[in-house]
């Protein structure tokens, strides 16, 4: 079973020399040496398995051609489960390389866990992101499958109502599209047509965003608005285990203050169990 991250306030982030060997993945970098490091004094606590060449993705990595015949193919490559039950290589490039190119068909590899990896981050802010981010594809997972067990489950109900429901939600924008035209107000490199078509788009969803403010109700369950969920990133909130989602239009379009109530954005409150607990408006405070 997946479990979600506890964010440790007391993280320090793995150190950097010159010469060391970092991996990018997006913001998160990790430093490869050290991970190596690890792995040469702890071979024991990792699990090492055989994976089949055809399932090592490179990814985007360049290589060094003149580098590719060198390696040693009997040495491990290195993966790290970057999100739930998703492994990628995170050392090993060349010599996936060379095994494609030789026709081989497995190579051994050490398989790190979440909290084998994370400790080889090299900043507190690449740290706090992971934790989000680890956490969001948590969440989304257990929702994912609470809402097929529901399904599974249910028993006689509305399909016609269901599946207006369902096709209003899937109208309505997500939150990352809301939030990009909302900054073509705040200052952000736009023409005025631009601005005409995102403002259309912002009144079109604005309707949209209060008319299902109308229709969710306390007590009822987020799987009851399917659709719901993939409107915006949820967030969890580790002092009460419960989960939230933010709707509606931010501040810049037409709420321009920076604080107090925007009356045009709320934010749906759940436990773990998708049971809607608190609708409220979004408050701005400096």
Known sequence: MIQPLR???CFSPCPVDDGDELFPN????????????????NPADVKLVEIPVCHLDQGFSSLNESHVDTVDLSHPVVLAEISP??????????????????????LHAYRLTVLQHIRFLTSKEAYHSYVEYWNGKVMRALL???????????????????KQLRDFIHTLPARER???????????????????????RLKKAKEGFDRLKTLIRIGTSVFDYPGLIALARPRHSEADNTYSIVLGIPPGWNWTH??????????????????ITELRPVIYRH
Do not use: C, W
Request: no cysteine; charged share 25%; hydrophobic share 40%.
């Open 26 to 41: 997006g913001i998160f970098v990790f430093n490869v040496s050290r991970m190596l490091e690890y792995l040469e004094k």
């Open 258 to 275: 920076e604080q107090g109530t925007n009356e045009n954005e709320y934010e749906i409150f759940f436990d773990n169990h998708g049971l």
């Open 178 to 200: 809301v939030v990009a035209d909302v900054a073509l107000f705040r200052g952000g490199p736009s023409t005025e047509a631009q601005k005409q078509e995102a403002t259309e």
């Open 144 to 162: 994912v499958l609470l809402i097929s067990v529901t399904t599974s489950f249910a028993g006689d109900f509305d399909h016609a109502a269901f």
């Open 85 to 106: 039950g998703h492994y990628n290589l995170i050392d090993g490039h060349h010599r996936v390389a060379k095994a494609q190119r030789q026709g081989a068909k497995s």
């Open 7 to 9: 964010e440790d306030p």
